[in-house]
């Protein structure tokens, strides 16, 4: 079957192959895996992030979607050629599994972006603490957005903030785009290529390609969630679907968390969507 297996194992890391390359390597991998059942769950679940990771950082460096597509559909004919007991699937899945031992005892990752990276810890302790963080400085305000909670619990999608001013907001709501309004991502004045210079305010659609979800719960913020030299804050926590829409969005976009204040006041922080999905197939890997 000729597998690139050297760029497909290159699993955290995109080592110094394209990251189309990898995506394809991966992908082929994922389908055969699909097709016959070739990986236990923890390593399946390393592929799929493996996988998601190198599909975002194709789509950031300006492969367009209609090549990824093309790239996916190549892939899975190739995984599709060879019998589930052919020697090249046999060869491949071994030196998968092989390559792969390792990546399932990793705890925790750093998946790089154009703006601000994810933070993925999938050990911690049992208390609440970040699974998947970002972090984001709006105005003279901190934030810290994503997954937490317990090692043995559900990850809550959260977002903790400190107003320098100790103003406390009422309530917060989580933009992101609606895929029933928009089915592509709004990349204000990109033209393709790397995405690296735009800013996330011009990775977001207008207001009225928006979907909002109203946080369900706020409270003073723990310790363990607050961003860094950050003594006390505020936490807002989302509802579970507004994270799976999260994880099926471009990894170019923008999402927005909009705080509200008494006298009709709003602060807004912007958050990259980057390799979300990624990160949160990653610590899938701890529930399994």
């Known amino acids: 079957m000729g597998f690139w ?13 394209q990251p189309v390359d990898l995506f394809y390597e991966r992908a082929v991998m994922t389908a055969a895996d699909a097709r016959c059942d070739l990986f236990a769950p923890d390593l399946g679940a ?107 619990g559900p990850s809550a999608l959260v977002a903790v903030a400190r107003f320098a001013d100790g103003a406390q907001p009422y309530a917060a709501r989580l933009l992101v785009r609606d895929g029933a309004r928009s089915s592509q991502p709004y990349l204000d004045r990109w033209t393709g290529g790397s995405t690296a210079r735009l800013p996330l305010d011009r990775r977001m659609p207008p207001r009225s390609a928006l979907k909002a979800y109203a946080a369900s719960a706020r409270s003073p913020a723990g310790q363990d969630l607050l961003p860094r030299d950050v003594k006390s804050g505020w936490a807002f926590r989302f509802p579970e679907t507004a994270g799976r829409d999260l994880a099926g969005l471009d990894p170019r976009e923008a999402i927005a968390v909009e705080f509200l204040f008494p006298g009709d006041v709003t602060r807004r922080a912007y958050v990259e969507v980057g390799d979300f999905a990624a990160g949160r197939a990653f610590l899938q890997l701890a529930a399994r």
């Open 46 to 152: 390393a592929l799929a992030a493996a996988t998601a990771q190198a599909r975002g950082a194709a789509l950031r460096a300006g492969t367009s979607y209609e090549v990824l597509r093309a790239v996916e559909s190549s892939a899975r004919n190739k995984a599709a050629s060879a019998g589930c007991a052919s020697p090249d699937i046999a060869t491949a899945a071994t030196r998968v599994k092989t390559a792969f031992s390792g990546y399932a005892k990793i705890t925790r990752l750093t998946y790089p972006g154009d703006v601000a990276p994810w933070q993925a810890d999938r050990a911690g302790s049992r208390t609440s603490a970040w699974r998947l963080s970002q972090e984001t400085v709006f105005g003279r305000d901190k934030m810290a957005f994503g997954l937490a909670g317990g090692r043995d």
């Open 5 to 17: 297996v050297a760029a497909l194992v290159a699993a955290p890391g995109m080592a110094n192959a």
